[in-house]
């Protein structure tokens, strides 16, 4: 399992965003990804939250750990060479994987990911949202005061997302609330170092 999203992080170069602000400079390295699930794979991990006890993160935003001892959880752990070998770097020994379902209204702020994060991976499992209801990215505002600037939001749909390299300047978030009658279901990876 997971093969073609293996083959996809491999083959996919990371695209780097980068531009100078007022404070400093945003650096954004990002492979979005693409049809990276066979429908088997969305699947399987649509039934795990479905049976699996559940968490309320924040409000409208309940979430499931993938047990070590879910086959799926073994399938996605091969990842961690991947991402080795991809970013040379030394193995992960940590793969943390859940999966997130975000309710109607749901809303994350932009935010930097904590420094305990090296990588992270987040795949849309359905295609109950519309397709601006992605996570975006964002640069900061070139003056002290301005808004973020949105540059790019790979589309919520089964099978896309992206793959982003922490390094703890990466603002993103969403932009709009999921709308009434409507939701997210998503993968989410994330890797540490040793």
């Not at 996919?12 to 429908?39: A, C, F, H």
Request: charged letters at 25%; a negative charge; one cysteine or more.
């Amino acid at each position: 399992m997971f093969e073609k999203l293996s083959n996809y992080i491999k083959d996919t170069p990371v695209t780097i965003l980068s531009r100078k602000y007022y404070n400093g400079e945003d650096n954004i390295n990002i492979i979005p990804l693409i049809d990276v699930l066979e429908q088997q794979e969305a699947d399987a991990l649509n039934q795990t939250f479905d049976m699996s006890y559940k968490t309320e993160e924040y409000s409208n935003r309940n979430q499931c750990q993938i047990d070590m001892n879910n086959p799926l959880y073994k399938d996605l752990s091969k990842l961690k060479k991947v991402i080795a070998d991809k970013f040379s770097t030394t193995e992960s020994d940590h793969l943390d994987a859940r999966i997130w379902h975000d309710k109607e209204g749901f809303y994350f702020w932009p935010h930097v990911d904590n420094t305990e994060i090296d990588i992270s991976i987040q795949i849309y499992l359905d295609d109950e949202a519309p397709e601006y209801c992605g996570t975006s990215f964002f640069f900061n505002g070139l003056e002290r005061g301005d808004n973020f600037v949105n540059i790019l939001t790979p589309p919520y749909k089964l099978g896309s997302g992206y793959l982003l390299v922490n390094t703890n300047s990466e603002v993103h978030g969403m932009i709009n609330r999921v709308p009434e009658g409507c939701s997210r279901t998503s993968l989410y990876l994330n890797f540490k170092g040793k």
